[in-house]
C-alpha cells in the first residue's frame, strides 16, 4: 500500500511538472491602409476653429500640381547649403506611394492660415522617416539664411511644445525674418496613429497668437476620428 501510494504521489508530480503546451503569442495587428477616399472622408468630418467646414483636396487632386512654395525655394540660395533639401522636402509635397488628403482655412480676422493632412498606405517606417526629416531640421537647420535677386532673408526652426494632446507629437516653429524687419511664423506639428501620419499646420504674420490652438484643434480632431 505504501508502495502504490508513493507510485501514485510521483505520477502526480511527474505530471504537474511537465511542460506546458505552449499557446504561440498572437502577430501584432496590422495598422490599417486608409484609402484616399476614406481619409478625404475623414477630412471632411474635421471642423474649423469657427466651426465651418475645412477646404478638402485629396492626394490624387493634388498630384502633378505645382507647389510654388517648392518652386520658390529651389530658385533661393539657401545656407547651410543642406538645409535647402530639408526645407524642400518639407513643402507639403505628398509621400510617395501614399493615400492622402488635407483640409484648409483662412481665417479672415488673422489671415492665420491652418491645415490638417491625413497620409497613409505605405509601411510605419515611411511615415516615422517622413517626421524624422522635419525632426532633423530642429537641429540642422536651427538658422537659416535664403537669399534670392539680392534679397536676403532669415530663418529659425524649433522645437515646439503644445500644439494639441495627441501623444508623441512633434512640434516645430519656424519665424522667418523678412527684408523690411517683419516676421512670419510657421507651427507645425506631427503625430503618427495607428498607421496614419496626422500633420497639422498654422502660419501667418499672426500666427503665434493663436495658430497653436487653430492647429491643435485639426490635430485631435483627425486623430479622435481615427479608430
Do not use: R
Amino acid at each position: 500500500m505504501g508502495l502504490t501510494a508513493c507510485g501514485g504521489t510521483g505520477t502526480s508530480t511527474d505530471a504537474a511538472s511537465a511542460p506546458a503546451s505552449e499557446t504561440p503569442a498572437p502577430a501584432p495587428a496590422q495598422a490599417k491602409k486608409y484609402t484616399t477616399q476614406e481619409l478625404t472622408d475623414l477630412v471632411k468630418q474635421i471642423k474649423a476653429a469657427d466651426g465651418t467646414e475645412l477646404m478638402v483636396s485629396s492626394v490624387d487632386d493634388l498630384a502633378g500640381q505645382q507647389d510654388p512654395l517648392k518652386d520658390l525655394l529651389g530658385s533661393m540660395n539657401i545656407e547651410p547649403a543642406e538645409c535647402k533639401d530639408l526645407a524642400m522636402a518639407g513643402a507639403s509635397q505628398p509621400i510617395e506611394g501614399a493615400t492622402g488628403a488635407s483640409g484648409a482655412k483662412i481665417d479672415p480676422a488673422s489671415g492665420v492660415i491652418s491645415s490638417v493632412t491625413l497620409a497613409s498606405g505605405v509601411s510605419k517606417d515611411v511615415l516615422e522617416n517622413n517626421v524624422k526629416s522635419n525632426e532633423d531640421q530642429i537641429t540642422t537647420c536651427a538658422n537659416m539664411t535664403m537669399s534670392m535677386s539680392g534679397t536676403t532673408m532669415t530663418m529659425k526652426t524649433e522645437k515646439f511644445d503644445g500644439i494639441g494632446s495627441v501623444p508623441g507629437t512633434l512640434g516645430i516653429k519656424t519665424t522667418m525674418t523678412l527684408p523690411d524687419g517683419q516676421t512670419q511664423s510657421t507651427l507645425m506639428a506631427a503625430a503618427i496613429k495607428d498607421g496614419v501620419l496626422i500633420s497639422a499646420t498654422a502660419s501667418g504674420k499672426n500666427a503665434e497668437s493663436g495658430g497653436a490652438a487653430a492647429a491643435g484643434a485639426l490635430m485631435d480632431q483627425a486623430a479622435a476620428l481615427i479608430k
